[in-house]
């Protein structure tokens, strides 16, 4: 054989063992659950398979079946002005639509009475394409009791004013219908009419109707993704969905190649999803896209909190991982003015955060969980917005903990070291109280948050972005990090964004799986190198991403389809980020620094073999990076054939470079998993009081029930009513626990207390009356706190005995609807010698200016005596007039209640 013959067959030896060993990646199982295996080339689900043809196709056969076996029967409620106000929860309306009637249904049902359809429904027989349902809603005697009493009393005591009805909505089971009360406003077709005058209400309605487009067969690469990182590896299925995840980045990028497209109506209520792409992946591959899409967050050098519960802000304040965000681009970027503007803007917001949502008490930031801010997707339904603004959450905390954290590093960068001093000393006293707190011994996890009244419980349902921030900030210690990751439920298509799920709620955060969240999880997980979470974590991203042929935003958690839940879509931003951000953050362990770029690289077992990451540019250089072997030691680490004592390269690198990682092929210790079945929590009870008994409906399901007192749980019951005592104060709650131990949430509580005890202080007598048409309010009248009218607001209140009291006020605000907007009244209350806390009036409804409700409340020690309580704009330096400008409520009184 001559020398030529030997150097070919030479090369197609060096072929056919590449080709087996490709093969062999594609043959092997990468993750295996119930309910899906991973391969390197597919992802298989039962019957359904997608296959990546090369880095650049992907093929699926994928199928939703929902359409096809909905069932016949109907659940339906009805709304007025866009609130569950109808029926108690989980009672509802039925009707059957059958296939094959020869006339479109027709129901006719009383608001405030159950409807039932005694239709049987044969087995096997579900709802036809295209059915219509014409339903029609008796509001006759609403009507009626609005002309003779002004008023109309719905099943729970709470009056609708007829000055502030307005329009009547059905919720339900079946699409067009969903049960998210709160999002009806945005839903014009699902408002029902009273065309001729009777006071009967209709609507028609066509039911499963046929999807616009059919599931995606194919995906293949089209857009020009060149200018972005190339990455490359033995598994086609992930190179294709990298690719995948960057050309559905680029479509979000303007045609000068500037800034982020985003919608900003999308944007007004998504904010949280920019901030939490950056820090995935997006800083490190496009820092200068990064900085458009967080300057968007900035409305005239105030960072703004995404609209939400109650008007948002301060009921939500999680805006604060805007600060963590813009550090990272500050440590990709190495950009000095970056981080001069920065932190002029993260001061003065945490400065803001200080004064509205800390909790003196508890050591902790109030305020929604982050991410999870829908309310009853993941609250107790009776939570009000200022109850959820009391609230005390893991994610939120660690939020504020991580932003303090590098509030403190800005401020080291900036030369203003007692300025830093202060936001660290902040943060350490903050990690002590989340670890004090927040986290459960029992369960080596953290709780998903503090909620009540007076007295806080513990929710321990595990919120799993929560628990990752927790690890990926350091607020937990290296043994708990583990312990959270080890412990953290894993279901058969991923990790549940709340587990356990809430009942009566549909899908959209509860009973979910949305990728961004299960890559915090993984990214998490690779940190405390839990092997088989990691697999887990990923698997689960990309059975999702290569099914669907694209990133949906979330997926159902009990059978991995992408329908029903309440909204969803395709290229999600967060989504596509947490994608590369596997990549970028696992793979690669990409970490950035000031003084520059470390690589921590973390590469399962299962998924070894070489890969590179091309054309990644880092500051004033473009690297081009190649990883071998598979563990998390690195053997051998050189730079342009360069041997390195370290895999770090300096920030003020230029030009083009050559990065070589050899891992050592370690083996990883079998760190344990939770592995589990999607559950259900049974119902909370609901509280009534009846002649010295506290009693509550039975709920399905249950075995016993805790009653608590003060938050404090005194006995465990199998009946359903216990005697109680007027003649202290006390807040009461019941939980219901099914015969596994495992529990509902606590009802809302049913507080007494003496006579004697409580002082009601009319705001009118203290404040210039308002000539605003509403009802409901109290004695002569109510004051408008206002910029305008009362820009602040005195009251005199005598104590009659030393002791510690409960304050807050009654308070109407109809400045927007519950879910949306930004209207969210703050003002401060002081007495003469202290400042007490924020005083926070959430929207109660849009133009719903007779519907009254509570604000938070302050606790507070007073000794004996007459004390001026004043309502003033919050303390804060440079406070936002356009957010002031907003800042009204109507106040009817002041409530003091002595507690001990």
């Given at each position: 054989?001559?020398?030529?013959?030997k150097?070919?067959?030479?090369?197609?030896?060096?072929?056919?063992?590449?080709l087996?060993?490709?093969?062999?990646?594609?043959?092997s199982?990468i993750?295996?659950?119930?309910?899906?295996t991973?391969?390197?080339?597919?992802?298989?689900?039962?019957?359904?398979?997608?296959?990546?043809?090369?880095?650049?196709e992907?093929?699926?056969?994928y199928k939703s079946?929902?359409?096809?076996?909905?069932?016949?029967?109907?659940?339906f409620?009805f709304?007025?002005?866009?609130?569950?106000?109808e029926?108690?929860?989980?009672v509802?309306?039925?009707?059957?639509?059958l296939?094959?009637?020869?006339?479109?249904?027709?129901?006719?049902?009383?608001?405030?009475?159950p409807?039932?359809?005694?239709?049987?429904?044969?087995?096997?027989?579900?709802?036809a394409?295209?059915?219509?349902?014409?339903?029609?809603?008796?509001?006759?005697h609403?009507l009626?009791?609005?002309?003779?009493?002004?008023?109309?009393?719905?099943?729970?005591?709470v009056?609708?004013?007829?000055?502030d009805?307005?329009?009547?909505?059905?919720a339900?089971?079946?699409e067009p219908?969903?049960?998210?009360?709160?999002?009806?406003?945005?839903?014009p077709?699902?408002?029902?009419?009273?065309?001729?005058?009777?006071g009967v209400?209709e609507?028609?309605?066509?039911l499963?109707?046929p999807k616009?487009?059919?599931?995606?067969?194919?995906?293949?690469?089209?857009?020009?993704?060149?200018s972005?990182?190339?990455?490359s590896?033995?598994?086609?299925l992930?190179?294709?969905?990298?690719n995948?995840a960057?050309?559905?980045?680029?479509?979000?990028?303007?045609?000068?190649?500037?800034?982020?497209?985003?919608?900003k109506?999308w944007?007004?209520?998504?904010?949280g999803?920019?901030?939490?792409?950056?820090?995935?992946?997006?800083?490190?591959?496009?820092?200068?896209?990064?900085?458009?899409?967080?300057?968007?967050?900035?409305?005239?050098?105030?960072?703004?909190?995404?609209?939400?519960?109650?008007?948002?802000?301060?009921?939500?304040t999680?805006?604060a991982?805007?600060?963590?965000?813009?550090?990272?681009?500050?440590?990709v970027?190495?950009?000095?003015?970056w981080?001069?503007?920065?932190?002029?803007?993260?001061?003065?917001?945490?400065?803001?955060?200080?004064?509205l949502a800390?909790?003196?008490?508890?050591?902790?930031m109030?305020?929604?969980?982050?991410?999870?801010?829908?309310?009853?997707?993941t609250?107790?339904?009776?939570?009000?917005?200022?109850?959820?603004?009391?609230?005390?959450?893991t994610?939120t905390?660690?939020?504020?903990?991580?932003?303090?954290?590098?509030l403190?590093?800005?401020?080291?960068?900036l030369?203003?070291?007692?300025?830093?001093?202060?936001?660290?000393?902040?943060?350490?006293?903050?990690?002590?109280s989340?670890?004090?707190?927040?986290?459960?011994k029992d369960?080596?996890?953290?709780?998903?948050?503090l909620y009540?009244?007076?007295?806080?419980?513990?929710?321990?349902?595990?919120?799993?972005l929560?628990q990752?921030?927790?690890?990926?900030?350091e607020?937990?210690?290296?043994e708990?990090?583990?312990?959270?990751?080890?412990?953290?439920p894993?279901?058969?298509?991923?990790?549940?964004?709340?587990f356990p799920?809430?009942?009566?709620?549909?899908?959209?955060q509860?009973?979910?799986i949305?990728?961004?969240?299960?890559?915090?999880a993984?990214?998490a997980?690779?940190k405390v190198?839990?092997?088989?979470?990691v697999?887990?974590?990923?698997?689960?991203?990309?059975?999702s991403?290569?099914?669907?042929?694209?990133?949906?935003?979330?997926?159902?958690?009990?059978?991995?389809?992408?329908?029903p839940?309440?909204?969803?879509?395709?290229?999600?931003?967060?989504s596509?980020a947490?994608?590369?951000?596997?990549?970028?953050?696992?793979?690669?362990?990409?970490?950035?620094?000031p003084?520059?770029?470390?690589l921590?690289?973390?590469?399962?077992?299962?998924?070894?073999?070489?890969?590179?990451?091309?054309?990644?540019?880092y500051r004033?250089?473009?690297?081009d990076?190649?990883?071998?072997?598979?563990?998390n030691?690195?053997?051998?680490?050189?730079l342009?054939?360069?041997?390195?004592?370290?895999?770090?390269?300096?920030?003020?690198?230029?030009?083009?470079?050559?990065?070589t990682?050899?891992?050592?092929?370690?083996?990883?210790?079998?760190?344990k998993?939770?592995?589990?079945h999607?559950?259900?929590?049974?119902?909370?009870p609901?509280?009534?009081?009846?002649?010295g008994?506290?009693?509550?409906?039975i709920?399905?399901?249950?075995?016993?029930y805790?009653?608590?007192?003060?938050?404090?749980?005194?006995?465990?019951?199998d009946?359903?009513e216990i005697?109680?005592?007027?003649?202290?104060?006390?807040?009461?709650?019941?939980?219901?626990?099914d015969?596994?131990?495992?529990?509902?949430?606590a009802?809302?509580?049913?507080?007494v207390?003496?006579?004697g005890?409580?002082?009601?202080?009319e705001?009118?007598?203290?404040?210039?009356l308002?000539?605003q048409?509403?009802?409901?309010?109290?004695a002569?009248?109510?004051?408008?706190?206002?910029v305008?009218?009362?820009?602040?607001?005195?009251?005199?209140v005598?104590?009659?005995?030393?002791?510690?009291?409960?304050?807050?006020?009654?308070?109407?605000?109809?400045n927007?609807?519950?879910?949306?907007?930004?209207?969210?009244?703050?003002?401060?209350?002081?007495?003469?010698?202290?400042?007490?806390?924020?005083?926070?009036?959430?929207?109660?409804?849009?133009?719903e200016?007779?519907?009254?409700?509570?604000?938070?409340k302050?606790v507070?020690r007073f000794?004996?005596?007459?004390?001026?309580?004043?309502?003033?704009?919050?303390?804060?330096?440079?406070?936002?007039?356009?957010?002031l400008?907003?800042?009204?409520?109507?106040i009817?009184?002041?409530?003091?209640i002595?507690?001990?």
């Open positions: 054989m001559n020398r030529r013959s150097c070919l067959a030479f090369i197609l030896s060096v072929i056919s063992t590449l087996s060993c490709s093969d062999s990646f594609n043959k199982e993750f295996e659950s119930e309910a899906f991973l391969y390197g080339n597919r992802v298989v689900q039962g019957s359904f398979e997608a296959k990546a043809i090369s880095s650049k992907v093929v699926s056969n079946s929902y359409r096809d076996t909905l069932s016949p029967r109907i659940n409620k709304s007025i002005n866009g609130k569950d106000n029926l108690p929860s989980g509802y309306h039925s009707a059957v639509v296939p094959g009637e020869t006339e479109d249904k027709v129901v006719s049902v009383k608001f405030g009475t409807y039932k359809d005694e239709t049987s429904v044969p087995k096997q027989t579900y709802l394409s295209g059915a219509k349902i014409t339903i029609r809603l008796d509001l006759r609403v009626k009791a609005f002309e003779e009493d002004g008023f109309y009393t719905n099943f729970n005591g009056k609708f004013y007829k000055e009805f307005g329009r009547v909505y059905v339900g089971n079946t219908l969903f049960w998210d009360f709160d999002n009806l406003v945005n839903h077709e699902l408002e029902m009419k009273d065309r001729d005058g009777d209400y609507i028609t309605l066509t499963n109707k616009k487009t059919l599931d995606r067969p194919v995906w293949k690469l089209t857009q020009d993704i060149s972005f990182p190339a990455y590896s033995p598994y086609p992930t190179d294709a969905l990298y995948m960057m050309e559905e980045f680029v479509q979000k990028v303007s045609e000068d190649g500037s800034s982020l497209k985003l919608d109506r944007l007004a209520g998504n904010a999803h920019v901030n939490y792409s950056v820090i995935l992946s997006i800083a490190a591959f496009a820092p200068e896209l990064a900085k458009s899409g967080l300057m968007q967050l900035v409305d005239q050098d105030r960072l703004v909190q995404a609209n939400g519960t109650g008007g948002s802000y301060p009921v939500s999680d805006r991982l805007w600060v963590i965000a813009a550090w990272e681009v500050y440590k970027t190495g950009d000095a003015l981080l001069k503007k920065c932190y002029e803007i993260a001061k003065e917001a945490l400065e803001e955060d200080r004064v800390f909790d003196a008490d508890k050591g902790l109030r305020g929604e969980s982050s991410f999870l801010n829908q309310r009853e997707q609250y107790p339904k009776w939570m009000q917005a200022a109850d959820i603004y009391e609230s005390m959450s994610s905390n660690a939020i504020h903990y991580g932003a303090l954290r590098r403190s590093l800005m401020a080291g960068v030369a203003k070291s007692g300025e830093g001093k202060k936001y660290e000393v902040w943060a350490d006293s903050l990690k002590a989340i670890n004090k707190h927040l986290w459960l369960k080596s996890s953290y709780a998903q948050y009540g009244r007076v007295y806080k419980l513990t929710s321990d349902r595990s919120d799993a929560g990752a921030l927790a690890v990926l900030f607020v937990a210690d290296a708990q990090q583990k312990a959270v990751i080890a412990n953290m894993i279901l058969p298509f991923g990790t549940a964004c709340v799920q809430t009942t009566y709620i549909p899908t959209y509860n009973n979910a949305w990728p961004f969240v299960q890559a915090y993984t990214i997980a690779a190198r839990n092997e088989p979470y697999l887990a974590g990923l698997a689960a991203i990309y059975r991403a290569a099914m669907y042929l694209t990133n949906k935003a979330n997926f159902r958690a009990d059978n991995g389809n992408y329908e839940t309440l909204a969803n879509e395709d290229e999600a931003l967060s596509l947490g994608n590369l951000g596997l990549v970028y953050q696992v793979f690669f362990g990409l970490q950035f620094e003084e520059g770029l470390r921590n690289p973390y590469v399962p077992k299962r998924l070894r073999g070489e890969r590179k990451l091309s054309g990644f540019k004033d250089a473009i690297l990076i190649t990883l071998s072997g598979y563990g030691a690195i053997t051998s680490v050189s342009d054939g360069n041997e390195l004592k370290e895999a770090f390269i300096p920030g003020d690198i230029k030009g083009k470079h050559q990065l990682i050899v891992m050592g092929d370690n083996q990883m210790p079998n760190e998993i939770y592995r589990t999607n559950r259900f929590a049974i119902d909370m609901a509280l009534t009081y009846d002649n008994k506290l009693k509550w409906r709920v399905e399901g249950a075995a016993n805790q009653v608590l007192k003060n938050g404090e749980m005194q006995t465990l019951i009946r359903n005697n109680i005592s007027q003649n202290e104060f006390a807040e009461y709650q019941v939980i219901a626990v015969s596994a131990g495992n529990s509902s949430f009802s809302a509580p049913y507080t207390y003496s006579p005890a409580e002082q009601l202080v705001a009118e007598n203290f404040g210039k308002s000539r048409e509403v009802k409901g309010y109290s002569k009248g109510f004051v408008d706190l206002s305008s009218a009362n820009d602040s607001l005195s009251i005199a005598t104590i009659p005995d030393t002791g510690l009291y409960v304050i807050d006020f009654r308070y109407a605000n109809g927007g609807y519950v879910g949306t907007g930004n209207g969210c009244a703050v003002s401060y209350l002081e007495s003469e010698s202290q400042g007490l806390g924020a005083i926070v009036f959430p929207q109660r409804g849009q133009g200016w007779s519907d009254w409700g509570f604000s938070n302050v507070a000794n004996k005596g007459t004390y001026q309580l004043k309502l003033v704009n919050p303390p804060i330096n440079g406070i936002n007039s356009k957010r400008s907003k800042n009204k409520a109507l009817d009184y002041l409530r003091v002595k507690i001990k």
